[in-house]
């Protein structure tokens, strides 16, 4: 992860330093994270494997950063809300909303779990592991992954809009 050193979101801290953030901030690190975790997906899913940690251990380490970003956001949106960072947060939330869809309807993804349970590697998993093998499967099936053409088109429209409308009803 590259940034700026002025900037609180490539901080090493441990916890964000939230009285340090200004939309100026959010603006410039959420969308090179997010454009990082593109990149590093793209990767991903050219190269996943059927394993606990060609699965699980490489995503939840290619979206973290942005992950935690927005969430750092999305957070001072609730407790610092001001019309630059709604400005700011409304300008990302599209592209947010449009990335994480595409983690949720990954075919490559879906196949990786699929062959995973297929495996031998599946006796091997603990209760907790297989659980969140079967909850990313679900997951992925609500977040549209059977569908396909305009269907999926719609279901990816309906998600922004209720990502707008949630974003609105918290403004009011």
Do not use: C
Not at 7 to 18: C, E, I, K, S, V
Not at 73 to 91: C, I, K, P, Q
Not at 132 to 158: C, D, H, P, T, Y
């Amino acid at each position: 992860m590259t940034g700026t050193p002025n900037n609180p979101y490539f901080a090493d801290d441990t916890l964000p330093r939230f009285a340090d953030i200004t939309p100026a901030h959010a603006q410039a690190a959420v969308p090179q994270l997010l454009e990082e975790a593109k990149k590093a997906f793209t990767e991903f899913e050219a190269t996943v494997e059927p394993t606990w940690e060609g699965i699980f251990d490489r995503l939840r380490l290619l979206t973290e950063p942005l992950e935690r970003a927005w969430h750092v956001t999305s957070h001072l949106m609730g407790v610092r809300n001001s019309d630059e960072l709604r400005e700011v947060y409304e300008g990302l939330q599209p592209q947010m909303v449009q990335f994480f869809s595409t983690i949720g309807q990954s075919e490559a993804t879906y196949k990786a779990l699929n062959d995973l349970r297929d495996s031998d590697a599946w006796r091997e998993l603990n209760a907790t592991q297989k659980r969140m093998v079967e909850k990313e499967e679900l997951g992925m099936k609500l977040s549209g992954i059977g569908l396909e053409g305009e269907e999926k088109e719609r279901f990816n429209q309906i998600q922004m809009e209720l990502a707008e409308l949630s974003t609105s009803f918290s403004n009011r």
